[in-house]
């Protein structure tokens, strides 16, 4: 199961260029790696490198409202705006392992999600790391579950 831009434009409502229906394979914060198929999320002020992104494959952004986009952006090109972007991870992330946890089919195909900016996870204490993120979210879920009760 990919993710795909009308799962963005749920989440995210402001948004501008195309609006075809995208089924993204890679989902990173990198430019410089290759994201086929990609949405490119420039975490740590990295505003400046979408056209290395765009020319390694991405397809689509999710952006910081407010934030200019750089004059290259060509103007079909999906953005979608979000107030904070590490916040914009958290509920994409979290979106996504909902539709896994619904999933019945185990082979599947699945986006690829490739974060490495250890500076924002240094300053936050948290990871971005898909695997463990899914552990984090089943633990809150199983403590949640268990204080209803």
Same mark, same amino acid.
């Given at each position: 199961?990919? #993710?795909t831009?009308?799962? #963005?434009?749920?989440?995210?409502?402001?948004?501008?260029?195309?609006?075809?229906?995208?089924?993204?394979?890679?989902?990173s914060? @990198?430019?410089?790696?290759? @994201?086929?198929?990609?949405?490119?999320?420039p #975490?740590?002020?990295?505003?400046?490198k979408? &056209?290395e %992104? &765009?020319?390694?494959?991405?397809? %689509?952004?999710?952006?910081?409202?407010?934030?200019?986009?750089?004059? !290259?952006?060509?103007?079909?090109?999906?953005v979608?705006?979000? =107030?904070? =972007?590490?916040?914009?991870?958290? @509920?994409?992330?979290? =979106?996504? =392992?909902?539709y896994?946890?619904?999933?019945?089919?185990?082979n599947?195909? &699945?986006?690829?999600?490739?974060?490495s $900016? +250890? +500076? #924002?996870?240094?300053?936050?204490?948290?990871? !971005?790391d &898909?695997?463990?993120?899914? $552990?984090?979210?089943?633990?809150s +879920?199983? $403590? $949640?579950?268990?204080?209803?009760?």
């Amino acid at each position: 199961m990919y #993710l795909t831009s009308n799962d #963005l434009a749920i989440l995210f409502p402001e948004k501008q260029g195309i609006e075809d229906y995208i089924l993204f394979h890679t989902v990173s914060d @990198q430019a410089n790696v290759l @994201q086929s198929k990609g949405l490119f999320i420039p #975490l740590n002020n990295q505003e400046d490198k979408l &056209i290395e %992104a &765009i020319a390694n494959g991405a397809v %689509a952004a999710i952006w910081e409202e407010g934030k200019s986009l750089p004059p !290259y952006t060509p103007n079909h090109f999906p953005v979608f705006f979000t =107030l904070d =972007l590490a916040e914009a991870v958290k @509920q994409l992330l979290q =979106l996504y =392992l909902d539709y896994l946890n619904g999933e019945k089919n185990h082979n599947m195909d &699945i986006t690829n999600f490739k974060f490495s $900016n +250890k +500076k #924002l996870l240094n300053k936050n204490n948290e990871t !971005y790391d &898909i695997a463990v993120m899914v $552990n984090q979210i089943a633990d809150s +879920k199983r $403590n $949640n579950s268990e204080r209803r009760g």
